[in-house]
């Protein structure tokens, strides 16, 4: 009891820093969205979609002729701002942030061409953040996205391991992210926290992420749905 008391009073004085995290991504077809929906609920983050500038365009006609091509011009000429489509403005500096997450749809085994425009001309500011990469592709291997990733963020200080979700798995996507955010103990970085030790305390208090009481005497967090709470002034996510 008496080092439960003296945890508690650990987590009532901690001030942690919290990791600021952005999520950019691209959706055509609306898997990458339904990820990043499951994403944004179990993490704290500001969220951009990335919009082709030429509405309507029909990327899947004719055996995907549109995106077939942007992707060539890219690849044929990587370095060229003219090989890139043209995009809406995003008015997020991500200098802002602390840990950026990319949502890739992939394109002919690579990253799809809107959101390489984006990061063909953001990405160089995100040197020296931690780069997390999620791609969602029918069928084909992702180690073309990476590369992708990589080139388009050279600085970028990226987490060992991307998250490859099939577009059949999208429905799983929330158990998959879960996993992959303990691969990468994102908590480390973000001061989200899942302690064992914490489950049980007497005398706690859980607050939902939007500032309301959900218990001030709770002896077991186990009951409550998976999730992000602040427990004694600490996001933890429930994995329940
Ligand atoms: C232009 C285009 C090219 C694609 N090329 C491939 C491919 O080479 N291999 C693959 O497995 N899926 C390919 N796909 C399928 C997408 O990767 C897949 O449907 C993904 O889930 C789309 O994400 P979204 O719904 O967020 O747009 C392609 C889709 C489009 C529109």
Redesign the pocket.
């Known amino acids: 009891m008496k080092r439960i008391l003296i945890t508690l009073a650990i987590a009532l004085t901690a001030t942690m820093a919290y990791a600021k995290t952005l999520v950019v991504y ?8 339904n990820i990043v929906t499951a994403l944004t609920g179990q993490i704290d983050a500001d969220v951009v979609i990335i919009e082709p500038a030429e509405k309507g365009l029909d ?2 006609a004719n055996n ?1 002729a ?3 091509a942007q ?1 060539a011009a890219i690849r044929n000429n990587p370095d060229d701002p003219a090989s890139y489509p043209a995009i809406d403005p995003v008015d997020v500096d991500p200098a802002d942030y602390d840990c950026i997450i990319i949502g890739a ?5 690579q990253m ?1 061409s809107p959101l390489q425009a984006y990061l063909f001309e953001n990405g160089p500011a995100m040197a020296g953040k931690k780069i997390g990469l999620i791609v ?5 291997g992702i180690s073309g996205v990476e590369r992708d990733a990589r080139r388009l963020i050279p600085g970028g200080d990226f987490f060992p391991v991307p998250l490859w979700v099939r ?1 059949s798995q ?1 429905g799983n996507a929330a158990t998959m992210i879960a996993e992959w955010l303990k691969t990468i103990k994102y908590s480390e970085l973000s001061g989200i926290e899942t302690p064992e030790s914490d489950r049980n305390l007497a005398n706690c208090t859980i607050f939902s992420v939007d500032g309301r009481l959900i218990g001030s005497d709770v002896l077991s967090l186990q009951s409550l749905d998976r999730g992000l709470y602040i427990v004694n002034g600490k996001k933890i996510y429930l994995n329940n």
């Open positions: 691209y959706s055509y077809t609306n898997n990458v969205h990327y899947a995907y549109i995106g077939s992707i749809p992939l394109w002919w085994s799809a969602s592709s029918a069928s084909s577009s999208t």
